[in-house]
């Protein structure tokens, strides 16, 4: 089973959820209101790892990114000592913007079925 699931794949999905539950501990005020980790992207000899955050109730995500990027020193700390890895990874975080991608296709879709009506 291990071989058709491979390391880093697990060690993104394990990165993920042990994100979503830091992620509360953040102090900064820019991470504020509704930041979820939709996904995690682990680079091969797991020392990278890309975050991709959606961010729901906030109107500047960019002041969101910039404070998570400044927490990635805490937030490493904090993983590496709940993850067994010998090195933890660098984290990088980035916005998702594939629901707001998702809404616009979904309006421009409803916008074009009403006119032809």
């Known amino acids: 089973m291990a071989r058709d699931y491979p390391r880093r794949y697990r060690v993104a999905d394990q990165l993920q959820r042990e994100l979503g539950e830091l992620l509360r501990g953040v102090k900064d005020p820019r991470v504020s209101g509704m930041v979820t980790i939709s996904g995690v992207d682990v680079s091969p000899d797991l020392r990278n790892a890309r975050i991709y955050v959606t961010i729901l109730d906030h109107a500047d995500p960019a002041s969101v990114i910039e404070g998570l990027n400044a927490a990635r020193g805490y937030l ?14 660098e984290l ?3 916005h998702d913007t594939t629901p707001d991608d998702a809404d616009r296709v979904e309006r421009l879709l409803r916008d074009a079925f009403d006119e032809r009506r």
Do not use: D, K, M, Y
């Open 76 to 89: 490493r700390g904090r993983l590496a000592s709940r993850l067994e890895l010998r090195v933890a990874p």
């Open 92 to 94: 990088r975080f980035h």
